[in-house]
């Protein structure tokens, strides 16, 4: 998984072409933690078809801010810089990830 920060997220999300699933953690957060094994695994499964990035919200709040991040997990997606799908806290399951990759890999090939 590719390690965002406030000074890459521009070119590797915001101008990317394609799909780019963003993680979006934080320190401390349980649930983050939990989650992201699950989201390892899916970029073994998915990577070839979407580019897998984290971003650590917690040294990146402004970043956060501006794309809407208010609480946490957050796994969204982003086609071509655009948002255009994310799951929020407890909708963010490995089961409903992997539904909207799915879905996402589906309305996409």
Do not use: W
Not at 79 to 107: F, I, N, S, W
Request: glycine share 8%; proline share 5%; hydrophobic share 40%.
């Amino acid at each position: 998984m590719f390690e965002l920060d406030k000074d890459n997220f521009e070119n590797e999300v915001l101008k990317a072409s394609g799909p780019v699933l963003v993680d979006f953690y934080g320190n401390g957060c349980v649930p983050c933690e939990a989650l992201k094994p699950h989201i390892v695994k899916l970029e073994e499964k998915y990577g070839g078809r979407i580019r897998f990035a984290g971003l650590n919200t917690s040294t990146a709040r402004r970043l956060a801010i501006s794309q809407r991040i208010l609480g946490l997990p957050v796994i969204a997606i982003y086609q071509d810089g655009e948002k255009v799908r994310e799951l929020v806290k407890d909708e963010a399951t490995p089961e409903a990830v992997e539904d909207m990759l799915k879905d996402y890999c589906a309305d996409n090939t």
